[in-house]
């Protein structure tokens, strides 16, 4: 099974950038779908963006789609997530999902293996 990292977390004002990181370890990470859910106070967890298993292709909710990246790098077998134009209401919990099903999942529920997550504050 796979096991997962994931950092690059912080606090950073409106308008910034940050990169997270899904480090991989266990199993090569393209053999998976990796996801970036993110969990804000109060609220339920939410998906944000997503990597396919072997197509690579890339998908991304609504308010971060623009605005964010998903990418993926065999070698350092890492899935990285950008974000920039960063606003206060994208503060969450961020954490990655992986999935060893071909297509793209959207409900934390269809994950199998999740990281421990990552804290992003944005100020106003």
């Known amino acids: 099974q796979v096991q997962l990292v994931e950092s690059g977390g912080g606090l950073v004002q409106a308008g910034g950038s940050l990169r997270l990181s899904c480090a991989a370890s266990g199993r090569t990470i393209s053999d998976y779908t990796i996801s970036w859910f993110r969990q804000a106070p109060g609220k339920e967890r939410e998906f944000a963006a997503a990597?396919?298993?072997?197509?690579?292709?890339?998908y991304y909710t609504g308010s971060v789609k623009g605005r964010s990246t998903i990418s993926r790098d065999n070698a350092k077998n890492t899935v990285y997530l950008q974000m920039n134009m960063l606003k206060p209401e994208d503060t969450a919990i961020y954490y990655c999902?992986?999935?060893?099903?071909?297509?793209?999942?959207?409900?934390?529920?269809?994950?199998?293996?999740w990281g421990q997550g990552t804290q992003v504050t944005v100020s106003s």
């Open positions: 999902a992986a999935v060893q099903r071909r297509g793209v999942r959207y409900r934390p529920d269809d994950y199998d293996y």
């Open positions: 990597i396919a298993w072997f197509t690579a292709s890339t």
